[in-house]
């Protein structure tokens, strides 16, 4: 058996080469649109956090309440509002609560 020519060991290379990608794409970190994406959605994510924050500590007066499809909108911004109103109307019944 004679020893395969170069254009033969070239064209082995580049089916193995594709195989080797076929199974190992290349990772997102080249995907620039990707990356923005990801920072505009943990920026969403820092605001509705800073919103669940405020509305925990008192701060749900109407005028400043963020309403579902704001951009600090959340479903947990909305269940804090709902449990910081029920926490004022227990204390609007006299009940005196310890702060830790």
Same mark, same amino acid.
Request: charged share 35%.
């Given at each position: ?16 080469? %594709?195989?080797?990608? #076929? ?8 995907? *620039?649109?990707?990356? /923005? $994406?990801?920072?505009? +959605? ?23 309440? %963020?309403?579902?499809? #704001? ?8 269940? *804090?509002?709902?449990? /910081? $109103?029920?926490?004022? +109307? ?11």
């Amino acid at each position: 058996m004679s020893e395969p020519t170069l254009e033969e060991k070239l064209a082995d290379l580049k089916v193995l080469h %594709a195989f080797y990608l #076929d199974r190992h794409p290349r990772p997102r970190i080249f995907d *620039v649109q990707a990356i /923005r $994406r990801d920072i505009d +959605d943990a920026e969403r994510l820092r605001v509705q956090l800073a919103g669940c924050l405020t509305a925990a500590e008192g701060g749900i007066y109407p005028q400043v309440l %963020a309403k579902q499809g #704001d951009y600090g909108w959340s479903a947990a911004y909305a269940a *804090v509002v709902n449990l /910081r $109103r029920k926490y004022e +109307d227990f204390l609007k019944k006299g009940v005196e609560v310890e702060d830790e």
